[in-house]
């Protein structure tokens, strides 16, 4: 197996008993070494590539774990990930990674324990995610209206999701407002947050005669958040998970190449709706005034020139 191993991953570290916590201080070696079926933990792999957290592969007996930490924060964001991964793996369509398990860590920070997946090439299954993303639309469905059982965060920005049944209120309020009210604050920016208050109160008509019904949506689908598995399917990681507008999805297709296959696959399930364009449009200035947020003033003028599209 360690041939094997090192087929695939960087040099990993062997650990023996005294380079390591024992499993009684470390709740991540305590979880795999007993709910998770391992007697052994042979290696651990860093793997990098993640923006926030510390990610890591823990190869046992039983087969290789996939674990992030995160030295700062308690569990909260690690809860909601695993929270989203569970709802979007319910509907049995498209393949996410299964959260096994979140918690703090003894001092201070937190953990996330799931599967590992292999990744492998993923340039054949545009088609595939495009069918597989609107059946998980479909399927992931809720009567309790617009919103998630938790909050949740969109890069680092909080992201709220208190249940609501109104589709226009809730992604006036708890979306682009939130977000322009943020804008202020963080810049004061008055003239983004005058003229996007005036966009929110055209967001009714915008959408009159529009039906909209709650689906779940992974929130966050951009091209670091796609990838495939060794035989191809499709695998989308990393989720900001909430019922909302099909169309919200496509927010942040600016980053995500979809390509025609994609979306030919992915609106013979979801049909396409008279509007659509304009309303990504809006969808998309959501994430775009979130990188202004997060990102600095290189996003300001993309969220301006929507806005100036509607008001
Ligand atoms: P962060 O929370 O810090 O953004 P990511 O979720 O981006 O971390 O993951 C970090 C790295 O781990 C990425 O390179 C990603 O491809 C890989 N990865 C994420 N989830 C899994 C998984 N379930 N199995 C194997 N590798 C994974």
Redesign the pocket.
Known sequence: SEARVNQYGPPGELIPGAAMASAESDPVRHWITTEGGATQITRIWP???????D?S?YDTDVGPF?V?INRNEGPSMFAAEQAGLEAMHNTGTIRV?RPYKVGPLPRRGSYII??????GASNRSQAVLGEQLAEMHLKGSTDRGFGFHMDNTIGSTPQHNPWTKDWVEFFRVHRLGFQLSLAQQQYNDQDIYVKGQRLLEKLPEIFSGVHVQPVLLHGDLWS?NI?ADVDGNPVI??PACYYGHSEAEFGMSWCASFSPSFYNAYFKVIPKQPGFETRVELYKLYHYLNHYNLFGSGYRSSCMSIIKQFV
Do not use: T
């Open positions: 793997i990098g590539g993640g923006c926030i957290n990610a592969r996939f992030k990674p799931m599967e590992y997946i292999q990744f670091g990838s990681l990393d």
